[in-house]
């Protein structure tokens, strides 16, 4: 028997035998971070004191307890998996002292956040690291309000037990202060998978969609055969398989805000509650003009997605992934309403899983960008250690000159993707809107990720407002590792 099939009837047990209501053995039994609604004294303001910190973040060996008997080891902040939720004043200056008690230089990165480049956490960009054994202090103003995130920039390489394949992720919130708070409780879940491992099988979704209009496909496709991929064969949201941790208790009528991470080092992830809607209300923190209802939410590494469900089918229902395989080896959580114990949670695919982001947006003109920049995506095929390498505008990182911007200057990116996987791409201390993916126009989306969809195009305009080395490159922490990467420079 292969491991992972191992693995999914362990968890098929686990669920079928109610497990939902185990404690597990160490720890806070919780997996899932459940705040209320906030309130006024809940935004009480924290005033960074002399000398004091506001948060302080230790990086160190630690286990995870994924469900009874399955513990893991991997390094993490404050011994929790996510890191504790980060949440702040948007204009709040804003000091953080990270320690680190591990062997290696790190970086912890504030994915979405307007900060310097030596604050960013990216060592491209010039941040000095957080040294092994010793401490550093981030300090920044808050901004923009939204669902941040932070993690490990480090590059992994070939080592599996670095950068974005540990635990080293958390949320970070910054609250505007005007949040009408219109949601009875709000949780924050973080889709995650463990013990990464290569393969030559490609695990999940990224391949072109045959209905996708592909007009980055080359006439001449590379046929060299693939490198090697990352996998995994278990999953969690937050630091538990789905059945082993506390279940996300709801009472019919209620409306819930989830906050989605996808804070996976490889797999874009799809996301369905049988007979419940999900009101995409932002994308990357940012809100959306237009909030539409959807049965899926597709989010890939790097993304975030706030989306109220209104709680109105009363059940035990299982919050998962739609890939059986997936799911079954532990991404999902168990929604249970009050009264309604039951010892299976159901499951069942949701209904049209077609996920299309400028369904968000609005249809207005873009102002015309002073400058557009066309950046070409290329997969070199099995290259050195069979592992495959990416190309940007026909070179791996680092490029012999940076890509530059003007100060105040509108820019918009062309993004081609030549490959046959979906990239999620991402720039640091900037957002973006977007204007078009695979010919669909829209506007008004702001975001600092955007998945190409392979073989596709995707345009985004970004205004340059924020000097500094800026650092673009995949999500996907292998693709960045092997070239796809590029760094931007103000003139
Ligand atoms: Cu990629």
């Not at 959807?294 to 059940?315: F, H, K, S, T, Y």
């Not at 395989?325 to 077609?354: C, D, F, K, M, T």
């Not at 820019?411 to 993916?437: A, C, G, M, T």
């Amino acid at each position: 028997m292969k491991r992972r099939d191992f693995v999914r009837l362990g968890w098929a047990t686990i669920i079928a035998t109610g497990a939902g209501k185990l404690q597990t053995a160490f720890g806070e039994p919780q997996g899932l971070h459940q705040v209320p609604a906030p309130t006024q004294h809940r935004m009480a303001p924290l005033e960074p004191k002399a000398g004091a910190a506001d948060f302080n973040l230790q990086i160190a060996p630690m286990l995870v307890e994924l469900a009874p008997q399955v513990i893991i080891s991997t390094i993490g902040y404050n011994n929790k998996v996510p890191g504790p939720l980060l949440r702040m004043r948007e204009g709040q200056r804003v000091t953080v002292d990270v320690v680190n008690d591990t062997d290696v230089p790190e970086y912890v990165h504030w994915h979405g956040l307007f900060v310097p480049s030596e604050m960013d956490g990216a060592e491209e960009e010039g941040t000095p690291p957080v040294p092994p054994h010793g401490r550093r202090r981030y300090q920044f103003v808050a901004r923009p309000a939204g669902s941040r995130w932070y993690h490990s920039h480090t590059a992994a390489m070939m080592d599996l037990h670095r950068g974005s394949y540990t635990g080293q992720f958390g949320f970070l919130m910054i609250d505007s202060g005007n949040d009408p708070g219109h949601y009875d409780q709000e949780v924050f879940l973080a889709l995650r998978e463990w013990q990464y491992f290569l393969s030559t099988k490609d695990q999940d979704e990224m391949v072109a969609d045959p209905n996708d209009p592909m007009p980055e496909k080359p006439a001449n496709p590379d046929l060299r055969p693939n490198g090697l991929e990352v996998s995994a064969p278990l999953y969690s949201i937050n630091d538990k398989i789905l059945g082993a941790g506390e279940p996300l208790r709801v009472q019919p009528g209620q409306r819930v805000l989830m906050h989605l991470l996808n804070a996976s080092a490889s797999q874009i992830h799809r996301i369905g509650l049988f007979g419940h809607h999900f009101q995409v209300i932002a994308l990357d923190g940012n809100p959306v003009p237009s909030p539409q209802l959807v049965n899926v939410i597709e989010i890939a590494p790097g993304e975030r997605v706030d989306a109220i469900v209104e709680m109105n089918l009363p059940g035990v229902w299982i919050l998962g992934e739609l890939r059986d395989a997936a799911r079954q080896s532990g991404l999902g959580i168990v929604v249970e309403y009050a009264n309604h114990a039951q010892p299976r949670p159901q499951w069942l695919p949701p209904a049209n899983a077609h996920w299309d982001y400028t369904i968000f947006g609005k249809s207005v003109p873009h102002p015309p960008p002073d400058q557009t920049i066309d950046m070409v995506f290329e997969k070199v095929p099995g290259g050195p250690h069979g592992i495959n390498h990416w190309l940007v505008n026909g070179k791996e990182y680092p490029h012999e000159r940076e890509f530059v911007f003007r100060q105040g200057l509108r820019y918009r990116l062309v993004f081609h993707n030549r490959s046959d996987d979906s990239h999620p791409l991402h720039i640091h201390r900037h957002l973006f809107e977007l204007v078009e993916i695979n010919g669909k126009p829209t506007a008004g989306i702001k975001k600092d990720t955007v998945i190409v969809p392979a073989f596709g195009r995707a345009t985004v305009d970004l205004l340059a407002d924020q000097p500094g080395l800026t650092l673009f490159h995949c999500h996907i922490q292998q693709h960045m590792d092997f070239g796809f990467m590029a760094l931007f420079r103000y003139a």
